[in-house]
């Protein structure tokens, strides 16, 4: 019996209509496919079953599981990457979710875009994406309000190992290839899309306090 999925995987398709990504996610030549497509329209397209494994995670890692594929339903919003996603688009995603979330009893820390788990290599959902907003309605997760770093932290708590550290518990990849530089990126596309510059004492108490509060369920490396 094959694994079953206990994780979401939300993508952008990068391509100019949901026609035009729907027709490449069906072409068995083009080697993608995802469990779902959803329109600015709010229309969804299913494409494979939730218990089949779809080719939409590729290499990457989520905690100790590497193959995220076969652990996880990849859902696709049409948008390119460079405008807002729709209001009916974020409705019919929201709801798809809740179905999604019930069946087969995903946490919402389980649900992570494919920045998260590829940093290196994707951007997608991407900045534009309202991740707070699916927080609010228990579908993902936040981190909660934290205080400026005070004179007594150590660096192991506010520098770039704490907040690496922190990153991996709670689910990043912790790899040579995964930098601060690329950790601090991926994770701020996702819970702080306007910061830049240097790490900062706000990233670090992000980082800790989702690493408290939902600490990666980490399953066998082979999973």
């Given at each position: 019996?094959?694994?079953?999925?206990?994780m979401?995987?939300?993508?952008?398709?990068?391509?100019?209509?949901?026609?035009?990504?729907?027709?490449?996610?069906?072409?068995?030549?083009?080697?993608?496919?995802?469990?779902y497509?959803?329109?600015?329209?709010?229309?969804?397209?299913q494409?494979?079953?939730?218990?089949?494994?779809?080719?939409?995670?590729?290499?990457?890692?989520?905690?100790?599981?590497?193959?995220?594929?076969?652990r996880?339903?990849?859902?696709?919003?049409?948008?390119?990457?460079?405008?807002?996603?729709p209001?009916?688009?974020?409705?019919?995603?929201?709801?798809?979710?809740?179905?999604?979330?019930?069946?087969?009893?995903?946490?919402?820390?389980?649900?992570?875009?494919?920045?998260?788990?590829?940093?290196?290599?994707?951007?997608?959902?991407?900045?534009r994406?309202?991740?707070?907003?699916?927080?609010?309605?228990?579908?993902?997760?936040?981190?909660?309000?934290?205080?400026?770093?005070?004179?007594?932290?150590t660096?192991?708590?506010?520098?770039a190992?704490?907040?690496?550290?922190?990153?991996?518990?709670?689910?990043?990849?912790?790899?040579?290839?995964?930098?601060?530089?690329?950790t601090l990126?991926?994770?701020?596309l996702?819970?702080r899309?306007?910061?830049?510059?240097?790490?900062?004492?706000?990233?670090?108490?992000?980082?800790?306090d989702?690493?408290?509060?939902?600490?990666?369920?980490?399953?066998?490396?082979?999973?």
């Amino acid at each position: 019996m094959g694994a079953l999925p206990d994780m979401i995987v939300l993508h952008y398709t990068a391509m100019q209509s949901a026609e035009a990504a729907l027709e490449r996610l069906c072409d068995a030549q083009a080697e993608v496919s995802a469990h779902y497509l959803i329109s600015e329209r709010g229309n969804i397209w299913q494409m494979v079953e939730e218990d089949q494994r779809a080719w939409h995670a590729g290499a990457g890692q989520w905690g100790a599981v590497v193959d995220v594929n076969s652990r996880s339903i990849g859902i696709e919003l049409a948008n390119t990457g460079a405008h807002p996603f729709p209001e009916p688009q974020m409705r019919a995603l929201e709801g798809l979710m809740r179905a999604i979330m019930a069946r087969w009893s995903i946490p919402p820390e389980r649900v992570i875009a494919h920045s998260d788990m590829a940093p290196a290599r994707k951007f997608d959902p991407g900045a534009r994406f309202d991740w707070r907003r699916l927080a609010q309605a228990g579908l993902s997760v936040w981190p909660g309000e934290t205080e400026a770093a005070t004179d007594t932290e150590t660096e192991t708590e506010t520098g770039a190992g704490g907040f690496l550290a922190a990153a991996g518990r709670f689910g990043y990849p912790a790899s040579g290839a995964n930098d601060l530089e690329t950790t601090l990126a991926a994770f701020r596309l996702r819970f702080r899309p306007f910061a830049s510059g240097p790490l900062e004492a706000a990233d670090c108490g992000a980082i800790r306090d989702l690493a408290t509060r939902f600490p990666v369920d980490r399953m066998p490396p082979s999973a």
